[in-house]
C-alpha cells in the first residue's frame, strides 16, 4: 500500500428513516474517532445502527445532519460524482452477502470495480487482480465463483475490495456466513491487513473472535454509542 491510510473523526452524525412523524432515528452518533492504520470493530444487536454507520462513514447514504471527516475532508459534502471516485480509490468495501456475480469468474468478480471506471481493463490491473487471487489462494481455474466455498467466496470479495489497494477497509459482518475456520481466516486476514500493511480496517461484527482480535471497539445501542467505547489506537 501506498497512500497514508486517513483519520476517521464523525461529528453530530444522525441518520433518520422516514420523515414527519414516522421518522426513526436509525443512528445519533455525538461523537467518534478511528486512528489510520488501527483495527476498529463496532458490535451491537441487530438494528442497532451498525451497517447504518458502516454505510453513512464510506459516503452510501444520505445522513440528515452532521460530519464524516477522513483527514479533515467531509465527504458528506462532496458532489456525488466525486464522492463516488473517492470511496473507489479510498475505501474497499467487504460485505457479508459478498455481492458477487456467481456466473462470472473469480478474476471476473474481482475486475468489476474496474469495469465501473474505463471501458478497457489493462494488463497492469488484471495482473494485480489475479495476484490478489493467489494471495487469498483462491483457485483460479474454476469456471465461476458458484464453484467456489463460501470460504473462498469471501477471499474473492476480500481481493476485490483491494483492487484499486485502498487505504481504509469498511467489512460488514464479514465472517457471519462462514464456518469456524474459514471465519478464522478472514478475521486473521483482515487483521494482517492493518498490522502488516498499515490499513484502517472497521468491521462490524457479532463475532467474538474479530471483536477480541480488534485494538478498538464501539458497542452501538438503538444507533447511539455506549459510553464504553474503546478507542482504535494504530496496531
Not at 464510506?58 to 483527514?71: A, C, E, S, T, Y
Not at 473517492?86 to 474497499?92: A, F, L, S, V, Y
Not at 494485480?128 to 465463483?145: E, G, I, K, N, Y
Not at 498490522?195 to 482480535?213: F, K, N, Q
Amino acid at each position: 500500500m501506498t497512500k497514508r491510510p486517513p483519520e476517521l473523526r464523525v461529528a453530530d452524525l444522525v441518520v433518520r428513516y422516514h420523515d414527519g412523524p414516522d421518522a426513526v432515528t436509525a443512528l445519533e452518533i455525538d461523537r467518534l474517532s478511528v486512528a489510520p492504520g488501527s483495527l476498529f470493530a463496532v458490535t451491537g444487536p441487530s438494528g442497532s445502527g451498525k451497517s447504518t454507520f458502516l454505510y453513512a462513514v464510506g459516503g452510501l447514504i444520505r445522513v440528515q445532519r452532521g460530519k464524516v471527516l477522513w483527514d479533515e475532508h467531509d465527504i458528506l459534502g462532496l458532489p456525488e460524482a466525486k464522492r463516488d471516485r473517492w470511496r473507489r480509490h479510498t475505501i474497499g468495501f467487504v460485505f457479508q452477502d459478498f455481492h458477487l456475480l456467481p456466473e462470472l469468474t473469480p478474476l471476473q468478480n474481482v475486475l468489476l470495480p474496474a469495469s465501473f471506471e474505463c471501458f478497457a481493463i489493462d494488463s497492469t490491473m488484471r495482473a494485480r487482480a489475479a495476484a490478489l487471487l493467489d494471495r487469498f489462494a483462491v483457485p483460479q481455474a474454476r469456471s465461476t465463483t458458484a464453484h467456489l466455498s463460501r470460504g473462498e467466496q469471501q477471499r474473492v470479495a476480500l481481493a476485490r475490495a483491494l483492487l484499486y489497494d485502498p487505504p481504509v477497509i469498511l467489512a460488514d459482518e464479514p465472517t457471519a456466513s462462514l464456518d469456524a475456520k474459514a471465519g478464522a481466516v478472514v478475521v486473521e486476514t483482515l487483521a494482517q491487513l492493518a498490522i502488516e500493511e498499515g490499513r484502517t480496517v472497521i468491521a462490524v461484527s457479532h463475532d467474538p473472535a474479530l471483536v477480541t482480535r480488534f485494538s478498538g471497539h464501539v458497542a452501538l445501542d438503538h444507533g447511539r454509542a455506549a459510553a464504553t467505547q474503546r478507542e482504535a489506537v494504530p496496531v
